[in-house]
């Protein structure tokens, strides 16, 4: 049997788009409050009834939260124009190796703009 499982995580970031157009609100340094969730796939374990425990998906998401949480994103190591969609990449580069059920992962900098990510 096959399920997808969410997991959601949040954290408070500043940023700024350097690669606007000149007069772009976005190119002014800014915070938001980031919604990320992190969406894996794959057949329920039949001794476990489960396809991960929640806690271990912690394991590997966690880590990287706590480097994004309160930084300007811009000096995150690979996030020089931290946008909605690089910082998607970003985290599924990060985290494909180790959760090879990860099928998506989701961005949103306002609770009506995200983004969602599906692997190259």
Not at 73 to 80: A, P, Q, R, S, T
Not at 87 to 115: H, I, K, N, Y
Request: proline share 6%; hydrophobic share 40%.
């Amino acid at each position: 049997m096959r399920t997808r499982l969410q997991r959601d995580y949040r954290f408070e970031a500043a940023h700024f788009l350097p690669k606007v157009p000149e007069g772009h609100k976005c190119a002014r340094v800014h915070g938001h409050s980031y919604a990320i969730t992190i969406v894996l796939e794959g057949e329920i374990d039949p001794a476990l009834g489960w396809v991960m425990d929640f806690a271990a998906i912690d394991e590997h998401v966690n880590p990287l939260v706590r480097a994004l949480d309160h930084r300007v994103l811009n000096d995150v190591d690979g996030l020089d124009n931290p946008t909605s969609e690089l910082l998607a990449c970003w985290l599924w580069d990060r985290l494909r190796g180790s959760l090879p059920v990860l099928v998506e992962v989701q961005v949103a900098e306002t609770p009506t703009s995200r983004c969602v990510y599906r692997g190259a």
